[in-house]
């Protein structure tokens, strides 16, 4: 089980950090990823992040602005968010599965076998 944390209201250029903490199972072992669904749009990739050497890979409307990272340790994923702009606004879910992912697949919905429940970020402007 997968839960996200760390959203809500933020201004413009704000720099939120969001967090998926893992339980029942460890990650470790799991290419991780950030989407995220805005209000009549389809989900989309954010980000990704191999298990294995720590490469991730960025969507281009985010690349420079978002960090992935991951604490094995805590078991947990991160998203730091810098540079927020109203388009940012969404709900952002964390996904996982066992294994890693070719980068050039990170951006499938469909590589990833468990997700969490979203978080809501909303940019004001």
């Known amino acids: 089980q997968l839960q996200a944390s760390g959203g809500g209201l933020v201004q413009a250029g704000g720099s939120p950090k969001l967090s998926c903490a893992a339980s029942g199972r460890t990650i470790r072992g799991d290419n991780m990823g950030w989407f995220r669904q805005a209000p009549g749009k389809e989900r989309e990739f954010v980000g990704g992040?191999?298990?294995?050497?720590?490469?991730?890979r960025y969507a281009d409307s985010v690349k420079g602005r978002f960090t992935i990272s991951r604490d094995n340790a805590k078991n947990t994923l991160y998203l730091q968010m810098n540079s927020l702009k109203p388009e940012d606004t969404a709900i952002y879910y964390c996904?996982?599965?066992?294994?890693?992912?070719?980068?050039?697949?990170?951006?499938?919905?469909?590589?990833?076998?468990?997700w969490g429940q979203g978080t809501q970020v909303t940019v004001s402007s």
């Open positions: 992040i191999d298990p294995w050497n720590g490469s991730t």
């Open positions: 996904a996982g599965r066992n294994g890693r992912v070719i980068t050039s697949a990170m951006d499938r919905a469909g590589a990833y076998i468990y």
